[in-house]
C-alpha cells in the first residue's frame, strides 16, 4: 500500500474511471480521469463538481476497514460542542449501520 496525500482525498465511487499508476518518468503517480469521474450536484440552485476516484469493487467490511467509510450512510449532523467534527460518533454511526445491514434476526 501507499498513501497518496492528495489522491486519497477524492471520494470513492465505484463506477469512476480512474487510473492510477507509478509513471517512472515522473518518478511519480499519475492519476488519470475519465468523464465518470467528475460528480456534480445542484444544492440550494448552485451546481457543485466534485472528483471521484474508484478504489475497485469492494465489500462493505474491506470499505470500513480499509478506508473507513460505508457507501450511503454520510455524516450530517455530527458536530461536537465546539463545531469540530466528533470521531466517537462517526465511529458510532458506522458501526450501527453495518450491523444494521448484515445483522441476522
Not at 76 to 86: E, Q
Request: aromatic share 6%; charged share 30%.
Amino acid at each position: 500500500a501507499v498513501m497518496l496525500p492528495l489522491i486519497d482525498s477524492a471520494n470513492h465511487l465505484q463506477e469512476a474511471d480512474s487510473v492510477i499508476e507509478f509513471d517512472p518518468s515522473v518518478d511519480g503517480f499519475v492519476l488519470s480521469l475519465g468523464r465518470k469521474c467528475l460528480v456534480k450536484d445542484v444544492d440550494d440552485g448552485r451546481e457543485r463538481a466534485q472528483v471521484c476516484i474508484s478504489y475497485g469493487v469492494r465489500k462493505d467490511s474491506e470499505l470500513l476497514l480499509n478506508y473507513g467509510f460505508l457507501r450511503g450512510v454520510t455524516m450530517d449532523g455530527i458536530k461536537s460542542d465546539d463545531g469540530d467534527v466528533d470521531r466517537s460518533q462517526i465511529r458510532q454511526r458506522l458501526a450501527e449501520a453495518f450491523l444494521e445491514r448484515y445483522s441476522s434476526d
